[in-house]
């Protein structure tokens, strides 16, 4: 199995930018579908991005289209997410998460996946 560690979170201004970063060991990186999360506090855990095996195919959010972007790297192990134009409703915990299924290629929902990383808290700031 696949492990996943975030970083790249921390506190910005709004209007900011980020990038995270989602290393995974283990297994071939490559052999899993991933997706990007996030939970504020006393919300539920949400869809932010999903990113297919290869990278080809990606799916975002709707609000956060434009201005969130998904990567990944096949070679590096690493999956990505940029995140523009940062704002205070964006604070929350961020997750990456990981999935083996065949038959997810973008999940959008947390039970498609069997594999999370610790997380990474990122704070924007009025």
Same mark, same amino acid.
């Given at each position: 199995?696949?492990?996943?560690?975030? %970083?790249?979170?921390?506190?910005?201004?709004?209007?900011?930018?980020?990038?995270?970063?989602?290393?995974?060991?283990?297994?071939?990186?490559?052999?899993?579908?991933?997706?990007?999360?996030?939970?504020? @506090?006393?919300?539920?855990?949400?869809?932010?991005?999903?990113?297919?095996?290869?990278?080809?195919?990606?799916?975002?959010?709707?609000? +956060?289209?434009?201005?969130?972007?998904? %990567?990944?790297?096949?070679?590096?192990?690493?999956?990505?997410?940029?995140?523009? %134009?940062?704002? @205070?409703?964006?604070?929350?915990?961020?997750?990456?998460?990981?999935?083996?299924?065949?038959?997810? +290629?973008?999940?959008?929902? @947390?039970?498609?996946?069997?594999?999370?990383?610790?997380?990474?808290?990122?704070?924007?700031?009025?």
């Amino acid at each position: 199995q696949v492990q996943l560690v975030e %970083s790249g979170g921390g506190l910005v201004q709004a209007g900011g930018s980020l990038r995270l970063s989602c290393a995974a060991s283990g297994r071939t990186f490559s052999t899993y579908a991933m997706g990007w999360f996030r939970q504020a @506090p006393g919300k539920e855990r949400e869809f932010v991005a999903a990113i297919s095996r290869s990278g080809g195919s990606t799916e975002y959010a709707n609000s +956060l289209k434009g201005r969130f972007a998904i %990567s990944r790297d096949n070679v590096k192990n690493t999956l990505y997410l940029q995140m523009n %134009s940062l704002q @205070p409703d964006d604070t929350a915990v961020y997750y990456c998460a990981g999935s083996l299924a065949r038959t997810i +290629l973008l999940g959008t929902s @947390p039970r498609s996946y069997a594999y999370w990383g610790q997380g990474t808290q990122v704070t924007v700031s009025s």
